[in-house]
């Protein structure tokens, strides 16, 4: 497609229950980043993706949530056993690689409520 | 502990002034990029600046780089309403792989 795309834009969840947000990079992207930001504030590292290694995991803020990317295209974010402080925009984004120069592209964000 | 830390965290101007804001870092970069949000929703590229640049311009932005101060500034001119929205400058950190975001200038263009 012609940008990252995102689904849902928005999901309100009751507390407790699984969520998965997907994330549709830009074809021929193998990097491929998940930040969560929470209202008003910044964007928080959650994970990246580079082709075929293993993905950076180091910003997951706990085992609830995971993330795959399979073929090397979609991405999934799971959060299981919701919590309200889990409500925030998530947000995905694609690129060529970290080398210097290129540029990374944003999706509009899964807006995630948890009630 | 965030390696981007944008100042002023908010800027009111009127429309037409220049607004200036500034990021400083804490470690080794390898470029800094600057992105614009509006409304909490995606973030757009403004502008990249390698770590041996030390200024660059595009259309009314204009960026500095400042590696031994690690600091940067992002200056638009003749600001217009349009411009209202938040922006943050990222980095890449040498040896790692990932894009660090500060906290963010909430910029007001008033008419």
């Known amino acids: 497609g012609a940008g990252v795309s995102q689904s849902p834009s928005n999901k309100v969840t009751e507390k407790g229950k699984d969520v998965e947000l997907r994330c549709d990079p830009i074809?021929?992207?193998?990097?491929l980043y998940w930040y969560r930001q929470s209202l008003g504030q910044g964007l928080e590292f959650l994970i990246y993706?580079?082709?075929?290694?293993?993905?950076?995991k180091s910003g997951l803020p706990s085992d609830r949530f995971s993330a795959e990317r399979t073929g090397g295209s979609v991405s999934t974010l799971t959060i299981q056993r919701t919590q309200q402080e889990d409500s925030a925009v998530y947000l995905c984004?694609?690129?060529?690689?970290?080398?210097?120069?290129?540029?990374?592209?944003f999706g509009e964000g899964s807006w995630l409520t948890v009630v | 502990s965030q390696q981007g830390e944008e100042d002023p965290q908010a800027l009111s101007i009127q429309e037409g002034e220049n607004a200036t804001m500034n990021c400083s870092y804490k470690?080794?970069?390898?470029?800094l990029q600057w992105y614009r949000q509006n409304s909490g929703r995606g973030l757009v590229h403004l502008i990249l600046?390698?770590?041996?640049?030390r200024e660059k311009h595009s259309g009314r932005l204009r960026v500095t780089l400042d590696t031994s101060k690690k600091s940067s500034s992002l200056l638009i001119t003749a600001s217009r309403a349009a411009d209202t929205a938040s922006y943050f400058c990222?980095?890449?950190?040498?040896?790692?792989?990932?894009?660090?975001f500060g906290q963010g200038t909430r910029l007001t263009i008033n008419p």
């Open positions: 470690t080794s970069i390898n470029n």
């Open positions: 074809s021929g992207h193998t990097a």
């Open positions: 990222a980095t890449i950190i040498q040896g790692a792989q990932k894009l660090v």
């Open positions: 984004a694609s690129s060529l690689g970290l080398n210097s120069g290129n540029t990374i592209y």
């Open positions: 600046i390698r770590s041996n640049e």
């Open positions: 993706f580079q082709g075929n290694s293993a993905p950076d």
